[in-house]
């Protein structure tokens, strides 16, 4: 890891290449790439037979080194004076002399990296004599390091050998020195206060969100370093093509490239599904120095993390830039320069993530709007991720600001299995463990339904462990059972290591987290003041036998044992997570018989879960009643979620799932792609009993039918499928071939895809897909997600079939010269700007398409 601020020197790598390509011998016209090791004393142009450089040379190319690092200072900022500067050019070019004298290989130099490549130069030249004092000692040492940089990845350019030797080094080589010119581009001149107080802000940042707490860990290991704990996950956009022919799961982007190719981004995913920690990820990531990462659209930026429940309180104004930092209890808020953050933002630099629009009430959310489309305006060019649960707020909310939508999506089979083995190491149980679970999700649709994002797969993970492999098999036994496990077990380590409060049975928790948890549900709110928790625990304190323990004490050991609760500022008090507060909220309501308050919600999306984990709570003829109102409500949405609602109920009516059914059979088959979703979400075996046939329906009908049974997922809906297979209309095809990472995938290659035309697209992004696809013959139309290696592109995809090729970039190393391994190839589509230079590598013949990922990608045709 390099730290990109210690390697730049303020010196771009277009002043820099020439005069490192200088200190090496040319090769003659011909001569190619290198296809072996070679010493690099060997290399150099001023020694030996071959010499067309003098010593003399290396002290002028040294020297201008300095003199161009220098005049990047500005006036007044020069490090060292005019003879102190001569020093660090003569110790500069004797070290640089000393590549031909080291006995490494270009090879070896490569995988030592810059930073270890420039100690092994300086190793036999003491600065000593030289007589550097603190700044010329920090100049030469830098100016050393962006020698290195650049020496290393020209030794990767000339030799074939190098590059697929060390390729992750060569990769990062080539990524260090993009992310150096970024760097220097995007950091603006500085004053000494705003640089060092950027620089604490920096270590606030990494240190305030650089773990995560996850689920089911045991108490000393709940804090998940946030760059073992980071899942990638997949953003999609949210509705079909203008023309209908593709669906909101085409054009998928790595969930952390959401700001790489659109500005001002706004992120739907549901309660769980990573979007906070998507947050937390791209905040550490950008006050990172370190930028091995390769997303310069993040390099030099300053991240502002604005929790909406934190910055809007009743009554007060939502903050100005400059409040910014107080109004989430920053510690170092006191120390900003004047002005700061203001010159942040207009020097383009800012990160601001606004998370959980939701989490507001429904009569702040247009204020909130306001305060969005003033800030873009005033501070135009800055990056912006807001997110939101996906019906908190209408389609196209922040359109008009220049927002672009996507929606988070669900995890998916590789996605389930990689957090799963990562839970088990960070919890120190035996792999194989892990490995029994995965099994079990994978061969129980209740578990697979259940298993789509980090919390639900946090929860199995620890009740998987804790009930030896006994798992709760649906929603509401989950959080019972997480609920029960969470209390119950920090209670027995409170035991251990001693407690002198209040102790709390576990129905006392539950009593009174419930009445805390409704409370900010009827009031549309995230979070309380401390003082609204504790009137509230006061009014239950008299029904409660606690041997007249007073209200402070009760509030603080609910919120030391429970474990659910936590303060996330001053007097300011919340849920760990949303989905805790909506259960517990549930139960209250159902004990409450509040269920006309309910149903009088139903069209409010925060409210949804809570229906649900009220009807799964409810005696029958309380949930057959909340049924009835929601099926007669008159709107889809209170029909839809009845027929959701019809999973979670224990026992219900012949008349009222008959009046649910009909209500559901009014939006199926579905009218568009939104609808379908919508329509999937009401259970496996309730939908596709409705949904009809291939033969029932034309053939956009038909794409919309095939969409709604992919988004059902189950074992069931792929038997459905099936059906489909053989219908002749390219987008049904098309839908069919998109659906096949819903799924198990080798089971629908064999069901579905190896019955359909091999010119419909499919996504990859292992190289298990690969093998997938070459086990059925190959396959002409192929888009890749996500890093890569040509090598498993080029050995796995049968060359003879391959005739249309997306990838989200051109290899970083390799480019694409390697694309003229397919002969039958006819079109390339690249979903970021690449290079003029890069794309020319394309062998003749190939039509090359370049769609940023913020629009809409056209079809592999």
């Known amino acids: 890891?390099?730290?990109?601020?210690?390697?730049?020197?303020?010196?771009?790598?277009?002043?820099?290449?020439?005069?490192?390509?200088?200190?090496?011998?040319?090769?003659?016209?011909?001569?190619?790439?290198?296809?072996?090791?070679?010493?690099?004393?060997?290399?150099?142009?001023?020694?030996?037979?071959?010499?067309?450089?003098?010593?003399?040379?290396?002290?002028?190319?040294?020297?201008?080194?300095?003199?161009?690092?220098?005049?990047?200072?500005?006036?007044?900022?020069?490090?060292?004076?005019?003879?102190?500067?001569?020093?660090?050019?003569?110790?500069?070019?004797?070290?640089?002399?000393?590549?031909?004298?080291?006995?490494?290989?270009?090879?070896?130099?490569?995988?030592?990296?810059?930073?270890?490549?420039?100690?092994?130069?300086?190793a036999g030249v003491p600065l000593a004599p030289y007589g550097l004092g603190e700044g010329g000692t920090l100049l030469y040492e830098r100016l050393l390091r962006t020698a290195s940089l650049h020496i290393l990845n020209f030794l990767t350019q000339r030799s074939t050998y190098v590059a697929r030797r060390q390729t992750d080094q060569t990769q990062q080589l080539a990524r260090l020195v993009r992310a150096v010119d970024v760097l220097l581009e995007r950091l603006p001149s500085q004053s000494a206060e705003d640089a060092g107080f950027e620089e604490r802000y920096a270590d606030h940042i990494a240190a305030r969100y650089g773990s995560l707490t996850i689920y089911g860990l045991?108490?000393?290991?709940?804090?998940?370093?946030?760059?073992?704990?980071?899942l990638s996950l997949e953003a999609t956009r949210p509705r079909a093509g203008r023309d209908g022919r593709r669906g909101?799961?085409?054009?998928?982007?790595?969930?952390?490239?959401?700001?790489?190719?659109?500005?001002?981004?706004?992120?739907?995913?549901?309660?769980?599904?990573?979007?906070?920690?998507?947050?937390?990820?791209?905040?550490?990531?950008?006050?990172?120095?370190?930028?091995?990462?390769?997303?310069?659209?993040?390099?030099?930026?300053?991240?502002?993390?604005?929790?909406?429940?934190?910055?809007?309180?009743?009554?007060?104004?939502?903050?100005?830039?400059?409040?910014?930092?107080r109004a989430v209890g920053c510690p170092v808020?006191?120390?900003?320069?004047?002005?700061?953050?203001?010159?942040?933002?207009?020097?383009?630099?800012?990160?601001?993530?606004?998370?959980?629009?939701?989490?507001?009430?429904?009569?702040?959310?247009?204020?909130?709007?306001?305060?969005?489309?003033?800030?873009?305006?005033?501070?135009?060019?800055?990056?912006?991720?807001?997110?939101?649960?996906p019906s908190a707020v209408p389609e196209e909310w922040l359109a008009a600001e220049g927002f672009g939508e996507l929606v988070l999506a669900p995890m998916g089979r590789e996605g389930v299995a990689t957090f799963v083995r990562r839970w088990h190491r960070a919890a120190g149980v035996d792999p194989s463990v892990g490995e029994s679970l995965l099994t079990s999700v994978r061969a129980t649709s209740e578990l697979n339904g259940l298993a789509t994002n980090p919390l639900m797969c946090g929860m199995l993970c620890a009740l998987h462990r804790d009930r030896r492999g006994f798992l709760p098999q649906d929603r509401k036994s989950l959080y019972e059972a997480a609920l029960t496990m969470l209390l119950e077990r920090r209670d027995r380590e409170r035991e251990l290591h001693g407690f002198d409060g209040v102790r709390l049975p576990y129905a006392t928790q539950v009593q009174l987290l419930q009445k805390l948890a409704w409370w900010l549900i009827r009031n549309s709110r995230a979070e309380m003041d401390r003082d609204e928790a504790l009137a509230i625990v006061g009014r239950a304190l008299p029904a409660l036998s606690l041997d007249g323990a007073g209200e402070e004490e009760v509030y603080r050991?609910?919120?030391?044992?429970?474990?659910?609760?936590?303060?996330?500022?001053?007097?300011?008090?919340?849920?760990?997570?949303?989905?805790?507060?909506?259960?517990?909220?549930?139960?209250?309501?159902?004990?409450?018989?509040?269920f006309d308050l309910l149903v009088n919600h139903a069209d409010t999306d925060e409210w949804e879960d809570?229906?649900?984990?009220?009807?799964?709570?409810?005696?029958?003829?309380?949930?057959?009643?909340?049924?009835?109102?929601?099926?007669d409500s008159g709107h889809a949405r209170g029909t839809l979620l009845a027929a959701a609602g019809l999973r979670y109920v224990a026992e219900v009516g012949p008349e009222v799932r008959s009046r649910v059914e009909d209500g559901l059979r009014t939006h199926i088959p579905p009218v568009d792609f939104d609808a379908a979703r919508e329509v999937a979400r009401a259970g496996s075996d309730l939908v596709?009993?409705?949904?009809?046939?291939?033969?029932?329906?034309?053939?956009?009908?038909?794409?919309?039918?095939?969409?709604?049974?992919?988004?059902?997922?189950?074992?069931?809906?792929?038997?459905?499928?099936?059906?489909?297979?053989?219908?002749?209309?390219?987008?049904?095809?098309?839908?069919?071939?998109?659906?096949?990472?819903?799924?198990?995938?080798?089971?629908?290659?064999?069901?579905i895809l190896t019955h359909l035309p091999r010119q419909r697209a499919v996504d990859v992004s292992t190289a298990d897909d690969l093998r997938t696809l070459r086990a059925l013959g190959g396959w002409e139309q192929i888009l890749v997600h996500g890093a890569y290696r040509v090598d498993d592109l080029t050995e796995l995809i049968v060359a003879e079939r391959l005739t249309d090729l997306a990838l989200?970039?051109?290899?970083?190393?390799?480019g694409l010269a390697w694309l003229s391994a397919f002969p039958r190839l006819r079109s390339l589509t690249l979903l970021t700007d690449t290079d003029a230079a890069v794309t020319r590598q394309v062998p003749d013949g190939v039509e090359v398409r370049i769609v940023p990922i913020d629009l809409p990608s056209p079809p592999l045709e």
């Open 557 to 594: 050991a609910l919120l030391l044992r429970s474990g659910l609760l936590r303060e996330p500022a001053e007097d300011r008090v919340d849920f760990l997570h949303r989905t805790f507060q909506d259960y517990l909220g549930a139960r209250l309501a159902v004990q409450e018989m509040d």
């Open 808 to 814: 989200e970039a051109a290899h970083p190393v390799e």
């Open 1 to 122: 890891m390099v730290d990109v601020t210690a390697l730049g020197a303020r010196v771009a790598s277009s002043a820099v290449t020439p005069l490192v390509r200088r200190l090496f011998v040319r090769d003659g016209p011909g001569a190619g790439l290198v296809d072996r090791p070679v010493r690099i004393s060997a290399l150099v142009s001023f020694r030996g037979e071959k010499r067309t450089v003098t010593p003399k040379d290396v002290e002028k190319i040294a020297g201008e080194l300095v003199r161009r690092a220098l005049s990047a200072a500005g006036p007044g900022e020069e490090p060292v004076d005019a003879a102190e500067a001569a020093a660090v050019k003569d110790a500069l070019a004797r070290t640089l002399a000393r590549l031909g004298e080291i006995t490494v290989e270009d090879y070896e130099a490569v995988g030592l990296g810059p930073e270890r490549f420039a100690r092994e130069l300086s």
């Open 688 to 751: 596709l009993g409705l949904l009809p046939g291939p033969d029932d329906v034309d053939h956009q009908t038909a794409a919309r039918v095939v969409f709604t049974a992919a988004c059902v997922g189950s074992e069931a809906a792929l038997l459905f499928l099936r059906r489909f297979r053989e219908h002749p209309d390219s987008e049904v095809q098309q839908h069919l071939a998109s659906a096949w990472h819903l799924f198990d995938q080798v089971q629908y290659a064999r069901e």
């Open 610 to 631: 809570v229906i649900l984990l009220a009807l799964a709570h409810a005696r029958p003829r309380e949930a057959g009643y909340i049924l009835r109102r929601l099926a």
């Open 248 to 325: 909101p799961e085409y054009g998928a982007v790595a969930a952390e490239q959401v700001l790489a190719g659109h500005d001002q981004v706004f992120l739907r995913g549901v309660a769980g599904s990573g979007k906070t920690t998507l947050v937390q990820w791209l905040a550490v990531t950008a006050a990172s120095r370190v930028y091995d990462h390769g997303l310069s659209h993040l390099i030099g930026r300053v991240p502002f993390v604005l929790p909406m429940r934190r910055i809007v309180r009743p009554g007060a104004e939502l903050p100005f830039p400059g409040d910014f930092l």
């Open 333 to 389: 808020a006191g120390e900003q320069p004047p002005g700061w953050v203001e010159r942040v933002l207009r020097a383009r630099r800012g990160v601001l993530l606004v998370d959980g629009i939701d989490e507001i009430a429904g009569d702040r959310r247009a204020a909130a709007r306001r305060w969005l489309r003033e800030l873009v305006r005033a501070f135009p060019g800055n990056l912006w991720l807001v997110t939101s649960r």
């Open 218 to 230: 045991d108490a000393g290991t709940r804090e998940w370093p946030l760059d073992t704990a980071y």
